[in-house]
Every structure is written in structure tokens, then in C-alpha cells.
């Protein structure tokens, strides 16, 4: 072979490698992007749960606030109404003393 001939088989070998070289980072790239593509679903995926957690969250505080809103109410009305016997206990009151009275009286 001459030198010539030689020189352009080196120089032909060193652009397989370099083709070889550039088309294993291209598939790469490529890769890496699919990659970012996976990513960018996954994060809009997770902001939307994101967002109806928050709506759960917010709902579940104003359920909250209107509850202890309720809960003072009926506590209000336990203590007002506690005040006040009701004449059926008031009743049963009487006939037990008179029923005690009774069974003491010779």
C-alpha cells in the first residue's frame, strides 16, 4: 500500500469513530430528552393533585370553622336549657319524696 493510500485509510477509520462516536451521543440526546418529556408530564400531573388537595384542604378547614361554629351553639343551648328542670323531672322529684314520705309515715 502506499503512504497516500494509508493516510486515507487512518483518516477514513478516524471519521467511523467519529460517526460511531456522534451517533452514540445523538441516541443520547435523544434519550434525554424523552427523558425531560417524562418529567414535564409527571410534574403537570402532580400539580393538578397538587391543586385538588388544596381544594380538599380548604374545604375541610371551612367545614371545620362552620363545625366549632355549631359546637359553640349547642353548647349555648346545653347550658341554657340545663338552667331550666323540666317539669317531667320535676315530677318524678315530687313522687319520689312523696313515695319516700309515704313509706316513712307510720
Do not use: W
Amino acid at each position: 500500500m502506499s503512504e497516500k493510500s494509508l493516510e486515507a485509510q487512518l483518516s477514513l477509520d478516524a471519521a467511523k469513530a467519529r460517526h460511531e462516536e456522534l451517533s452514540k451521543i445523538e441516541k443520547s440526546i435523544a434519550e434525554i430528552k424523552d427523558v425531560f418529556v417524562e418529567i414535564a408530564l409527571l410534574v403537570e400531573d402532580q400539580g393538578s393533585k397538587l391543586d385538588s388537595i388544596e381544594h380538599h384542604v380548604n374545604k375541610a378547614m371551612g367545614n371545620s370553622v362552620h363545625g366549632t361554629k355549631k359546637l359553640e351553639k349547642a353548647k349555648k343551648r346545653k347550658r341554657k336549657y340545663k338552667r331550666v328542670p323540666s317539669t317531667t323531672y320535676t315530677t318524678k322529684c315530687a313522687r319520689a319524696a312523696i313515695s319516700n314520705v309515704e313509706s316513712v309515715a307510720p
